[in-house]
């Protein structure tokens, strides 16, 4: 049976939204979408780009995959990539001129990678998928045995850098970056305190996205970022 949940959540769609914003589904049917920005989101359900960055219909272009990694390029034809296709799509078919990469805390796959979990299935695909920010975790150094909540942090800023090094890895992200018709950004939403921080390009440096933002959780305040 469908979920009663959707349903319900459906009617007050239809009632609410749908009615208010018809006239702009009307036109995006007719004309195509045209989003200016791409977000690169994890899956984890309390972390959808459309609503903290409160976006309406055909605002956003979203690919969400476990802990918002991009993948490097690699063009070969032995494998399938879900991320790399939707990328293509955004930057070659509607030129979306800006690619953010949000991360955010407390995030799964991240635990999953730092803690070397078992495989939850024989495929193994979060681990293998996960693997690939090894080297986001080399460039920190040994996990320390305390400060886990800390170090975890530190990896989820350090997995955005990554992917955001992964990005210039596709041609045509780095020619449009190079040539200054695209920006890549990367950001960072603190689920419990609604914080969003976001990457200075010339520091590297993750700061509040606005002056007035909610305060730190207690055990960040004495720490960067
Ligand atoms: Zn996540």
């Not at 272009?61 to 494998?79: G, T």
């Not at 293509?88 to 949000?102: D, P, S, T, W, Y």
């Not at 690939?132 to 400060?147: C, F, H, T, W």
Request: glycine content about 8%; hydrophobic content about 40%; aromatic content about 8%.
């Amino acid at each position: 049976m469908f979920p009663t949940r959707l349903s319900d959540g459906y009617r007050a769609f239809l009632d609410g939204r749908f009615q208010s914003e018809q006239s702009r589904y009307e036109t995006l049917a007719d004309t195509g979408q045209k989003p200016e920005i791409m977000v690169i989101g994890c899956v984890d359900s309390r972390v959808s780009p459309e609503v903290i960055f409160d976006a309406a219909p055909g605002e956003l272009l979203v690919v969400r995959n476990v802990a918002n990694i991009v993948p490097r390029y690699e063009p070969d034809r032995d494998s399938q990539h879900g991320t790399s296709a939707a990328l293509e799509f955004g930057v070659q078919a509607l030129r979306v001129k800006h690619i953010v990469v949000l991360g955010h805390a407390r995030c799964g796959g991240i635990r999953a990678f730092a803690d070397d979990s078992e495989p939850l299935s024989p495929g193994d695909f979060i681990g293998r998928w996960m693997s690939q920010i090894a080297p986001a975790a080399e460039s920190l150094g040994p996990k320390p045995a305390d400060l886990e909540r800390e170090y975890l942090r530190k990896l989820e800023l350090a997995s955005v850098e990554l992917s955001l090094r992964n990005l210039m890895t596709f041609p045509c992200v780095r020619i449009l970056v190079e040539r200054g018709k695209m920006q890549i950004h990367g950001a960072y939403f603190g689920i419990s305190t609604g914080r969003l921080l976001v990457r200075d390009p010339a520091t590297g440096v993750f700061e509040p996205a606005v002056a007035d933002m909610p305060p730190r959780a207690p055990m960040f305040r004495a720490t960067a970022g």
